[in-house]
Structure formats: structure tokens, C-alpha cells
């Protein structure tokens, strides 16, 4: 049985805005959660929904659906 991790990411939030691409350790937090979902090796598929073009492109250099 295949595990699948899907990421939904928007690029606009009501409560906290700008969220997803606030530093954190000096790299936005989209890139936190992307990576670490991708290191921990869990998966064997991973889909990320968004409407953000930057998420995209970041998702699309690791070779990941979107």
C-alpha cells in the first residue's frame, strides 16, 4: 500500500498573514514543511495544492506534484 502526504500551502492567510513565508531560521516556513516531509522519507508519494507561484517552483526543483 502506497502512503501519500498531500500539502495544502496557501499563499494567503485570514489569521495570520503572510504565514507561509515568514523566516524562520532565516528561510521561509513553506520550505520547512516541504523539506521535512520530503527528508523523512515516509512517503512515497507527495502532492502539494497551493496557489502560490513560488511554492510551485520550490515544489517543482524537488520533483514533486502539484
Do not use: W
Request: charged share 30%; aromatic share 10%; hydrophobic share 35%.
Amino acid at each position: 500500500m502506497k502512503k501519500i502526504a498531500i500539502i495544502p500551502i496557501k499563499q494567503i492567510s485570514k489569521r495570520v498573514p503572510g504565514k507561509n513565508f515568514r523566516l524562520f531560521c532565516e528561510h521561509p516556513l513553506y520550505k520547512y514543511i516541504i523539506s521535512n516531509t520530503v527528508n523523512s522519507k515516509s512517503f512515497d508519494e507527495i502532492y502539494i495544492d497551493t496557489d502560490s507561484e513560488i511554492i510551485k517552483e520550490y515544489a517543482k526543483k524537488l520533483n514533486h506534484r502539484i
